[in-house]
């Protein structure tokens, strides 16, 4: 047995290929630097899709444009009561209504679910009137457009960078959930709400908001230490830091901390903000290495995710379900590959209750 299925090779995929000791994380072929910033989300997703749909056309972005059209008709009802739950929850809630098919126009409803339904929710609770997906932008640019009101260039360079980064990565919690769905030969819709509830949990998705309520604790840099070293005594965990398998720096941690240079460069985010999270980084890293000298733990993509998404408008308690909107296209790519190919997945449990005693 291995706890926590550690070291367990549980399915072949053509999908993606994370290093864990080289810090690489490699898509359909390529690594990310050649993906995250330099192709918009659209092209990512067709390039984890490609073999998987018989039908998939070589640029998805009109028919993304036009899925998340149809599936904001469909929503637009049921904000009102999605909006009175925690955002995740309701963003769950609404995706929960989409088809649970396996044909192309089903998965990219299930890309487009997401992504409208955390930026509706999150324009209502701004006080914005709800606006329409515009189709003809990328789903980065719209699901700003539509949270915020207004998007620059560099706002949506910004997040299709992140939702490219997390497209896919090999066969993390939710993902695997995704998998196991779908070795029963249930739908794409199944297999999605099952990597959600996988995903909001704070050792896999739910990280990036306590990332920044650690920040708001530590306050300013001169604090990192004495916090720092604080929490590690009580045997808590920092979070943005540790990783199931990387044992050197997480390689969507660059790709983000590019995307928010660049975010920087047009003064779009809060400079004291940055000096205090790399401060608080520099300090954590050598409070682990001294707490934990066996254990190599690095900044984990939730540390960047949260200064990114913050610094794009979004509120902390929205973050994974942005990360949802992103990974979407990865669950979906494994749920097709494992069902084409993959056995039903049916492990063992070795039983530790008490012996059996014979009927009287
Ligand atoms: N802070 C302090 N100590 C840590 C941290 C951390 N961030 N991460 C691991 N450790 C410690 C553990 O307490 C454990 O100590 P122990 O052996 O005395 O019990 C030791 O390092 C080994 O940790 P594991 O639990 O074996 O590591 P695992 O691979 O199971 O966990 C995980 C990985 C869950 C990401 C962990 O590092 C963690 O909890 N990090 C903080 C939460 C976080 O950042 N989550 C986002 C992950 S990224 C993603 O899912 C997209």
Redesign the pocket.
């Known amino acids: 047995m291995s706890d926590?299925l550690?070291n367990v090779v549980a399915a072949e995929t053509v999908l993606s290929d994370v290093d864990g000791l080289a810090g690489r994380l490699v898509i359909r072929g390529l690594p990310l630097p050649a993906l995250a910033g330099r192709v918009p989300y659209e092209a990512a997703l067709a390039l984890l899709w490609d073999g998987f749909f018989p039908d998939l056309p070589d640029d998805l972005a009109p028919a993304l444009g036009a899925a998340r059209r149809d599936v904001f008709d469909q929503l637009a009802p049921h904000l009102a009561a999605a909006a009175d739950l925690p955002v995740f929850d309701g963003v769950r809630t609404l995706v929960s209504r989409m088809e649970d098919g396996t044909s192309l126009e089903a998965a990219l409803r299930l890309v487009a679910a997401p992504a409208v339904a955390v930026a509706s929710l999150l324009a209502r609770r701004k006080g914005l009137a709800v606006r329409a997906p515009d189709a003809t932008l990328g789903q980065a640019a719209d699901i700003l457009r539509m949270a915020n009101g207004a998007v620059t260039d560099e706002q949506a360079l910004g997040l299709d960078s992140y939702l490219v980064a997390?497209i896919d990565?090999g066969l993390?919690?939710s993902t695997f959930a995704a998998r196991v769905v779908a070795s029963t030969q249930a739908g794409l819709g199944s297999s999605v709400l099952a990597a959600l509830g996988a995903l909001k949990g704070?050792?896999?998705?739910?990280?990036p908001g306590?990332?920044l309520d650690m920040l708001d604790a530590i306050g300013t840099p001169g604090n990192a230490a004495s916090w720092i070293a604080a929490e590690?005594t009580r045997?808590?965990?920092?979070?943005?830091?540790?990783?199931?398998i990387y044992r050197v720096r997480?390689p969507r941690a660059d790709a983000l901390n590019a995307a928010i240079g660049r975010l920087r460069a047009s003064g779009a985010v809060d400079a004291a903000r940055m000096d205090l999270a790399a401060t608080v980084e520099t300090t954590a890293l050598a409070a682990?290495a001294r707490?934990?000298p066996d254990?190599p733990?690095q900044t984990?993509?939730?540390?960047y995710t949260a200064l990114l998404l913050e610094a794009l408008g979004f509120p902390r308690d929205s973050f994974t379900a942005v990360?949802a909107a992103g990974r979407v296209g990865g669950w979906i790519a494994h749920a097709r590959e494992q069902a084409a190919s993959g056995r039903l997945i049916r492990p063992k449990s070795r039983y530790i209750g008490p012996v059996p005693r014979e009927a009287a």
């Open positions: 926590g550690e997390v990565h993390n919690a704070p050792l896999h998705g739910g990280a306590p990332v590690l045997g808590e965990r920092l979070m943005g830091f540790g990783h199931r997480d682990l707490h934990k254990r733990l984990n993509v939730e540390f990360f």
